[in-house]
């Protein structure tokens, strides 16, 4: 079974707006990370924001929010007021101890700004 | 600091040779891993190394590929007598430790092709 779900594989979103990137994980394990990367065409993994399954809020970082729902396992990461450098691959990625610790990705979702 | 280096950034094989991917860590990380990302897909986990622990080779495709990493810090992925399947960019990536919020930390690839 998939661990972790990316069901969008390509979206737009104009210049400023702010536009959501849907992230869903399957896992019996009460502790576990989730994790948000952004690969740009240059190839490079950018690590972007971290939500814990104990915290109790929100993970935000400058313009990227995390919107994390437990109960619905999902762990959708919001860009606002998008920027044409947002255009990228978008990876979202959970770290479970049943696992041993190993990373398991979704297939990504490719952003497109649009001036 | 540095980030994670690998070496080569490219490497163009014949069929059935034997190449050897190189890792370097961020100083100080005890966790290191190795994935495989296909042209447009996402990331495949290879193997992953903790301390002195045993390595999980969960990942591995084929007794064709094979890592170590020595003083437990740089860390070298061995594909013997590859095939034009194996093209693809090797991304390896470390991180501080295995808690949950321990993310990791990509470099920036080696893009392999098996003519």
């Known amino acids: 079974a998939q661990k972790i779900t990316q069901t969008q594989p390509g979206m737009f979103v104009q210049e400023k707006e702010a536009v959501t990137l849907d992230c869903t994980y399957d896992?019996?394990?009460?502790?576990?990370?989730l994790f948000w990367y952004k690969q740009p065409s240059s190839g490079e993994m950018i690590f972007l924001i971290y939500?814990?399954?104990?915290?109790?809020q929100n993970a935000t970082e400058g313009r990227y929010s995390l919107n994390f729902q437990k109960a619905r396992k999902s762990a959708n990461l919001v860009i606002s007021a998008s920027q044409l450098g947002d255009s990228a691959m978008y990876f979202c990625?959970?770290?479970?101890?049943?696992?041993?610790?190993?990373?398991?990705f979704g297939t990504g979702t490719s952003l497109t700004v649009i001036p | 600091g540095a980030g994670v280096s690998q070496s080569p950034s490219n490497k163009v094989t014949e069929k059935g040779k034997d190449v050897e991917l190189r890792c370097d860590p961020i100083s100080g990380h005890t966790a290191l891993y190795w994935y495989r990302q296909s042209l447009g897909q996402g990331l495949e986990f290879l193997i992953y190394f903790q301390g002195n622990s045993a390595p999980d080779k969960s990942g591995l495709p084929s007794d064709r590929f094979s890592a170590e990493r020595t003083g437990g810090s740089v860390s070298t992925l061995t594909i013997q007598r590859t095939q034009q399947e194996d093209s693809a960019v090797y991304l390896c990536?470390?991180?501080?430790?295995?808690?949950?919020?321990?993310?990791?930390?990509f470099g920036p690839g080696t893009r392999l092709t098996v003519l």
């Open positions: 896992t019996s394990d009460p502790s576990y990370g």
């Open positions: 990625a959970m770290r479970d101890t049943n696992t041993g610790n190993q990373f398991y």
């Open positions: 990536a470390s991180s501080r430790g295995t808690s949950g919020r321990d993310t990791q930390y």
């Open positions: 939500q814990g399954s104990y915290d109790q």
